[in-house]
């Protein structure tokens, strides 16, 4: 009899857990059709798209009076370019539906306080990314472009005595970039600072759910001032520039996640002194 009761208990139990696989692989496929659709999209498009990744280089060159103008390397490197653009584009295009798969997936199993408190977050992620990559296109970027094209030399040639050379001259040396490099160096800027922008949702989401206070975040402030600064060195070019604005807009980032984490944490215990659950000695943990 008994094991009659736990194999009910255990297919009962199963039949939940099918449920939830068959609803998640539906979700996957819906998510990656969608994908595969707006690269396909891109990929129809992908020369305007580059047209206006290219614009911060374009800018730069136009103020030295130089053509904009990249150069292909290897004979396959131009269709390779329009495949990244396609895969950075189309995850942009679908985001949004992804990210509703997504939540259509969680939501049902959970509370509606945590639906409440888990909805900002999930909306505040890509608005910050996107707001770290607009940074990076239209700020970092151009700076950074800026410097590297300061070691550009205009040649010369050297001077004629009597129908003959009496110098080599200087060499010139002229930017010619490759579209590969260049997309890669770009793609790398949009998503160092996309993601470092997420530094204040990712932390206010720990202290609402308990696992850092502001105190602890303010007590670490110096490791988080080295962790940034190595950060800055490894995901951003060898110039001084790009690191230090990195660098400054992360640690800004870090104040302001003890503010919000600190916010959280008032109106945790604004709740609890309501609910009468708040006592003293919860000051002194926190």
């Known amino acids: 009899m008994s094991s009659d009761t736990d194999g009910e208990n255990i297919e009962s139990s199963s039949a939940p857990l099918l449920e939830h696989l068959t609803e998640l692989r539906t979700r996957l496929i819906k998510s990656v059709l969608a994908f595969i659709v707006g690269m396909i999209i891109c990929f129809t498009v992908w020369n305007p798209i580059f047209n206006f990744l290219t614009l911060p280089i374009c800018g730069q060159l136009l103020e030295r009076g130089q053509d904009c103008g990249l150069i292909l390397i290897k004979l396959q490197e131009g269709f390779f370019v329009a495949v990244k653009i396609s ?53 970092v970027i151009p700076l950074a472009f800026d410097f590297f094209l300061g070691f550009q030399q205009i040649g010369s040639s050297g001077d004629l005595v009597e129908g003959t050379s009496s110098g080599l001259g200087d060499p010139g040396i002229t930017f010619q970039g490759s579209v590969s490099e260049y997309l890669n160096l770009t793609i790398k800027f949009i998503l160092a600072f996309g993601l470092c922008f997420q530094l204040p949702v990712l932390l206010t989401l720990m202290g609402k759910a308990g696992l850092v206070s502001s105190a602890g975040l303010g007590s670490v402030r110096k490791y988080a001032m080295v ?41 945790r215990e604004k709740k609890l002194r309501e609910e009468g659950l708040w006592f003293e000695d919860d000051d002194e943990v926190d």
């Open 227 to 267: 962790a940034i600064l190595v950060l800055a060195a490894v995901v951003t070019p060898p110039d001084v520039i790009t690191q230090v604005i990195l660098f400054v807009v992360v640690y800004g980032l870090y104040e302001i996640s003890i503010l919000l984490v600190k916010r959280v944490e008032k109106k």
């Open 87 to 139: 895969l950075l584009g189309g995850f942009i295009l679908t985001f949004p539906y992804i990210a509703g798969q997504l939540w259509r997936f969680v939501a049902p199993g959970l509370y509606k306080n945590e639906k409440n408190a888990f909805l900002p977050f999930l909306i505040a992620s890509p608005a910050m990314f996107f707001l770290g990559a607009a940074f990076a296109f239209y700020i």
